[in-house]
C-alpha cells in the first residue's frame, strides 16, 4: 500500500469512516489503467459500477473478485443512500464509471457531493477521459477549451445551450451517442455556422478513428453512412474577429432597445410571431432582467394607454 493511502485509510479508521476512491477505468484498451487503480479495486470492501456487466469484464480480465453493485443515474437516490451508510460504517468503496472517469457526464458528481456532505474523505485515482483524449489528437488548439458534455435533449434547452456558444473562441467539446450524431451535427450546423470538427469514436480501440472535417462535410457524410460507438465532437471555436463583431452587434442592439420602452420591445417580439410569454422572456435575456421586472413594467405601460 502506498503511503498516502496508508495515511488516508488510518485517518479514516480513526474517525471510523471508510473512504470514498473515484478510479478511473479504460475507456476502450484494457492496458489502460494504473497500477494504482488495480490496487486499490483488490482493496477496497465494494465497488460500485455504473455499468456491472462492463465493469466485470474489468475485473476477471485482471483477476480481481470483489463485491459489486450498481450505482447509475436511475438508482443513485437509493443507491446512494446504501453507499453513504456502508461509508459511515467504515468500509472503503470504489466508484467506477462504464468507461474513463467516475463524476465526469455521470452520476458520479452526485454521489461525490452526499459523500462530502457526510464527512467522508473522497479521493481520485486519475486516468484515461475520453474528452481530453479526443481533444489532443483533434488537431484543434488545446491551449483554452470548454467541455460541454451531453447536449440538452430538450429542443429549446438545446438551442439555448448552443446559442450561448456562438462566441465562444475557446475549443468546445462534446460527447454524443450515435442515434443522435446527425441531429446534432445539423444543430450545430444551424446555431454556429460552418466550423472546424472532428469527430472521434472507438478511442484506444482496434478501429479507432478520428474524422477531420467542417459541420457541413460531416453532415453530408453522416448522412449516407451508418455509424457506431459514443462521440468525441470537437468544435472550433469562433474567431476572435467574427466574436468581436458579434459582441459590437449586440452592443448595437443594446442600444437600440435602449431607446424604446420595455413595453415596445416585448410588442416588437409579438409581431415578429412570438407568443407574449417567449416575447417577455426574450426581452428580460435582452436586458439583462428578471421576467417579473419585465412584467411589472408592461402593466406600468398598459396603464399609460398602451396596447400590445
Known amino acids: 500500500m502506498q503511503i498516502e493511502d496508508k495515511k488516508a485509510q488510518e485517518q479514516n479508521q480513526e474517525s471510523g469512516k471508510g473512504t470514498l476512491y473515484l478510479v478511473a477505468t479504460p475507456i476502450g484498451n484494457m492496458e489502460d489503467i494504473t497500477l494504482r487503480a488495480l490496487r486499490i479495486l483488490k482493496e477496497v470492501d465494494l465497488i460500485a459500477a455504473e455499468d456491472t456487466r462492463q465493469t466485470l469484464k474489468l475485473l476477471n480480465h485482471y483477476e480481481i473478485k470483489k463485491p459489486l453493485t450498481s450505482y447509475y443515474e436511475h438508482n443513485k437516490n437509493v443507491k446512494g443512500n ?156 469562433a474567431s476572435e474577429e467574427v466574436s468581436m463583431k458579434e459582441k459590437e452587434s449586440q452592443m448595437e442592439n443594446d442600444w437600440e432597445w435602449n431607446k424604446k420602452s420595455i413595453g415596445e420591445h416585448v410588442e416588437f417580439y409579438i409581431k415578429q410571431g412570438m407568443s407574449k410569454k417567449e416575447a417577455i422572456k426574450k426581452v428580460a435575456q435582452d436586458r439583462n432582467l428578471s421576467r417579473n421586472e419585465v412584467y411589472k413594467e408592461i402593466i406600468e405601460w398598459k396603464n399609460k394607454g398602451n396596447t400590445e
Do not use: W
Open 82 to 237: 446504501y453507499l453513504i451508510k456502508e461509508l459511515l460504517n467504515g468500509k472503503n468503496v470504489a466508484l467506477v464509471t462504464d468507461a474513463g472517469s467516475p463524476g465526469i457526464s455521470d452520476p458520479g458528481e452526485d454521489m461525490v457531493r452526499l459523500a462530502i456532505d457526510n464527512g467522508i474523505n473522497v479521493t481520485m485515482i486519475p486516468g484515461p477521459v475520453a474528452a481530453i483524449t479526443g481533444l489532443v489528437i483533434s488537431g484543434m488548439p488545446t491551449g483554452r477549451f470548454v467541455f460541454e458534455g451531453f447536449l440538452p435533449v430538450n429542443k429549446r434547452a438545446r438551442k439555448e445551450r448552443i446559442l450561448s456558444l456562438k462566441n465562444e473562441t475557446r475549443t468546445i467539446i462534446f460527447y454524443e451517442a450515435p442515434h443522435k450524431l446527425i441531429y446534432t451535427l445539423k444543430d450545430l450546423y444551424n446555431y454556429l455556422g460552418e466550423r472546424k470538427i472532428a469527430l472521434a469514436r472507438e478511442l484506444t480501440k482496434k478501429f479507432e478513428e478520428v474524422v477531420r472535417c467542417t459541420l457541413s462535410e460531416a453532415i453530408e457524410k453522416y448522412e449516407t453512412q451508418g455509424f457506431k460507438g459514443e462521440y468525441v465532437l470537437i468544435v472550433e471555436g
